[in-house]
């Protein structure tokens, strides 16, 4: 069935509309987030990729974040692109899902991002 273009929009605005706007303060919240975490991988900057997380996300393991910094941050400095695909609850979690799309033409990544109280809680990169 195709729907006037009208129409189409005209649905999308009205969503928009009567979205919560704590909705739309959070995205932005997890935007800059991620956007933080994926700057200190690409600058190799150990101390703020731990810094934006809880107390248990910041004892992640230098040399674990220095092996992928030093596989992405190549990657990441040529350019690349973030598109927020939606959430979802896991073990009473609640996480956001990302497609990040390098500008060098390579496979994409998918990645999660968990903040509890403006902090990381949890963040994978696949």
Request: charged share 20%.
């Amino acid at each position: 069935m195709n729907f006037p273009r009208k129409a189409i929009l005209g649905l999308a605005l009205a969503a928009a509309l009567h979205a919560p706007l704590a909705l739309a303060a959070d995205i932005a919240t997890e935007t800059q987030m991620l956007r933080t975490l994926l700057g200190a991988i690409e600058s190799n900057d150990y101390q703020q990729f731990v810094a934006a997380g809880s107390n248990d996300f910041a004892k992640l393991d230098r040399a674990q974040f220095d092996a992928v910094a030093t596989q992405l941050g190549p990657r990441l400095k040529a350019g690349y692109q973030v598109q927020r695909l939606g959430d979802y609850r896991q073990q009473a979690y609640e996480f956001s899902l990302w497609k990040i799309t390098f500008k060098d033409g390579g496979d994409d990544l998918v990645g999660t991002l968990n903040l509890q109280d403006g902090k990381v809680g949890g963040f994978v990169l696949r």
